[in-house]
């Protein structure tokens, strides 16, 4: 894994929280983001935790990926794409009166768990890549430091560092909906041709388990599994599809489970 940890801040507190990071995820440490050797960094900033990358011409970090549920893409969708009748919130199964359980095998960076967890549904996440997780950990924490996003979290969302595979078969079914979104498949007019996606294939690389993950779950799943695809993407199996929402450049394949 070509990263490093290291901090902006040049306090002892947040030299050492870097330091700790480093060995918890078996990461090199730099006292500054400019000593590192790796392409990437996850460096902590007046903003929070962010993975950047640093200019040597330019001599300053370059920020690559930040988790922010209070401002942003994500404040924005909390507050202007609150609707229940969005395409997301179909797929989960949101409607009047019902806020299912939701199950996010493949939670990433958080933001469609997040708008799930905002119109009230209870949501546990599970990633499995040190780094993704990090950075997702730090957006909660600090999500769950701001007056309007604190009882979201606190009230709605469960965060598990781990694979999703690490949840046992033989366990009970404690999930409504279980939603998937792989890393979608290489194509060149796809949303990877955005800068977070590139960098995201990056650093997870291909999710190439994902009929697997399919399976798992359906045996975790009372009621639906969703997965989110580009939109002339194939189905991740050849099994019947029981029906579809489609945007513009993706799709929910919904499988309901009878």
Do not use: W
């Not at 050797?37 to 690559?64: A, P």
């Not at 549904?121 to 909660?140: H, K, M, S, W, Y």
């Not at 007056?147 to 949840?167: A, K, M, W, Y």
């Not at 799943?221 to 189905?235: H, I």
């Amino acid at each position: 894994m070509n990263t490093s940890v290291s901090s902006t801040i040049k306090t002892t507190t947040f030299l050492q929280k870097a330091e700790e990071l480093a060995i918890k995820l078996q990461l090199p440490f730099y006292l500054s983001p400019a000593e590192s050797t790796t392409e990437y960094i996850l460096c902590y900033t007046v903003n929070g935790l962010e993975l950047v990358c640093y200019d040597q011409k330019k001599k300053k970090c370059q920020t690559l990926l930040f988790v922010d549920f209070i401002h942003g893409k994500n404040g924005y969708r909390r507050l202007n794409d609150a609707s229940i009748k969005q395409p997301l919130a179909k797929a989960a199964g949101i409607k009047p009166g019902v806020r299912p359980t939701v199950l996010d095998a493949t939670a990433g960076l958080g933001g469609d768990s997040f708008v799930l967890a905002s119109l009230g549904c209870r949501v546990t996440l599970f990633e499995r890549n040190p780094v993704i997780a990090a950075l997702l950990q730090d957006g909660l924490d600090r999500a769950l430091m701001h007056r309007q996003t604190q009882p979201i979290v606190e009230e709605r969302v469960t965060f598990i560092h781990q694979s999703s595979f690490s949840l046992s078969t033989g366990q009970e079914k404690e999930f409504d909906t279980v939603y998937l979104d792989p890393m979608y498949p290489h194509d060149s007019g796809s949303a990877l041709n955005k800068q977070s996606m590139r960098i995201i294939r990056a650093i997870v690389g291909d999710d190439s388990d994902s009929e697997h993950l399919l399976e798992l779950a359906k045996l975790k799943a009372r009621k639906r599994v969703v997965v989110k695809r580009p939109r002339q993407a194939p189905t991740l199996t050849t099994e019947n599809v029981s029906y579809q929402i489609k945007m513009k450049s993706s799709r929910y394949d919904i499988y309901l489970i009878i």
